[in-house]
C-alpha cells in the first residue's frame, strides 16, 4: 500500500526535516498506522473481556483469567504487527520510548525520530476514535473507559516503578535478542511473551502501558488524566536506561540496526544500519 521506488539516496537516515518527510513519509505513515491497529485490538478485546453485558465476560468470572486472555491477544497482535509487512518496512517501534532509545543509541536520525515519535501519538488516538466509532457505547462504558492506564488501588509510586521494570525488562529483551545473529528473526515472539506477561501479571498495578503514545491515546477521548505523568516518564527513561547498559555491557558496535525484524531481503531501511554485519558475530 505504501510503497515507493527509491534511489539510493533516499536509503538511509535523513539530514534535514524536508528530505526526512520527502523521502520516509511511508514509514512515518506506517508507525502511525500500526500503533493505531494495536489500540482498535486493545478496545475490542477490552470490550470483550471487561464490559459487563458481554457474553465472554459474563462466562469468565476470573479477573486474572480474562488479563491472561487479554495477554494472549494483545500479544498476537504484537506478533502480527511486527511480522507483517508495514512492520518489516518501518522497524514496528509503535512506541516513543522505543524510538528514543535507538536515538540515542546513533541508529535513527534525529528528524526521523521526531516524525516517528509525532506520528506514534497521532496514531495511538486515531485507532482509539476509530475503535470508538465502529464499537460506540461500550467502549465509553466505565468497566472500559476506552482501555485507559490507570495506576492501581496501591498508587502512583507502585505503578510508576512497576512500568519502569517492566520497560526496562522489555527495551532489554529487544536489544538482546535483536541483535543476536542466532535469535534475531524471534524479536517479535520475545516481545509478545513478555507483553502478555506483564497484561496478565502486572496489569492491577499500574494498566501496563510501556509507552505513553498508547496511553495518551486512550487519556484523551476518555478525559483520563490521573497520575498520567508517570507514562510520559516511566517508560521512556527505563528505555533510555536499558539502552545505555546494554551499550556499556557489549558496547555501541554490537547495535546493528532500529528495526525489530530485520530478517527480511524486500523492505528497504531508513536507519544508520549495519545489519550485515551481525553475520560477524
Not at 142 to 153: E, K, Y
Not at 198 to 222: C, K, M, W
Request: charged share 15%; with cysteine; hydrophobic share 50%.
Amino acid at each position: 500500500m505504501l510503497s515507493v521506488t527509491q534511489s539510493p539516496a533516499e536509503t538511509g537516515p535523513a539530514r534535514d526535516a524536508a528530505t526526512a518527510l520527502r523521502t520516509h513519509w511511508p514509514e512515518y505513515l506506517i508507525e502511525g498506522g500500526l500503533l493505531g491497529i494495536f489500540m482498535i485490538s486493545a478496545c475490542v478485546f477490552g470490550v470483550l473481556l471487561e464490559h459487563p453485558s458481554s457474553p465472554l465476560h459474563q462466562l469468565i468470572e476470573d479477573a486474572f483469567t480474562r488479563r491472561a486472555i487479554g495477554g494472549v491477544a494483545m500479544g498476537l497482535t504484537l506478533i502480527g504487527i511486527v511480522y507483517s509487512p508495514w512492520g518489516r518496512r518501518s522497524g514496528a517501534h509503535i512506541n516513543p520510548g522505543v524510538t528514543l532509545t535507538f536515538l540515542a543509541l546513533g541508529k535513527i536520525a534525529r528528524w526521523d525520530a521526531l516524525f516517528y515519535v509525532i506520528a506514534h501519538f497521532l496514531g495511538g488516538v486515531a485507532g482509539v476514535l476509530v475503535a470508538e466509532l465502529i464499537i460506540g457505547a461500550p467502549l465509553r462504558h466505565d468497566a472500559v473507559n476506552f482501555v485507559a492506564t490507570v495506576p492501581g488501588p496501591d498508587g502512583p509510586a507502585l505503578a510508576l516503578a512497576a512500568e519502569i521494570l517492566i520497560s526496562i525488562l522489555m527495551m532489554t529483551t529487544v536489544l538482546v535478542v535483536s541483535n543476536s545473529k542466532r535469535l534475531n528473526r524471534f524479536t517479535g515472539i520475545f516481545a509478545a511473551v513478555l507483553l502478555a506477561s506483564f497484561i496478565t501479571t502486572e496489569a492491577p498495578l499500574s494498566g501496563v502501558s510501556l509507552n505513553p503514545a498508547r496511553t495518551f491515546g486512550s487519556a484523551l477521548p476518555a478525559g483520563e488524566w490521573k497520575a498520567i505523568w508517570l507514562y510520559f516518564i516511566g517508560p521512556p527513561v527505563a528505555m533510555l536506561l536499558a539502552g545505555q547498559l546494554y551499550r556499556l555491557r557489549s558496547g555501541a558496535h554490537a547495535v546493528f540496526c532500529a528495526k525489530l525484524h530485520h530478517h527480511n531481503n524486500k523492505e528497504r531501511c531508513i536507519f544508520r544500519c549495519n545489519y550485515g554485519a551481525i553475520d560477524g558475530q
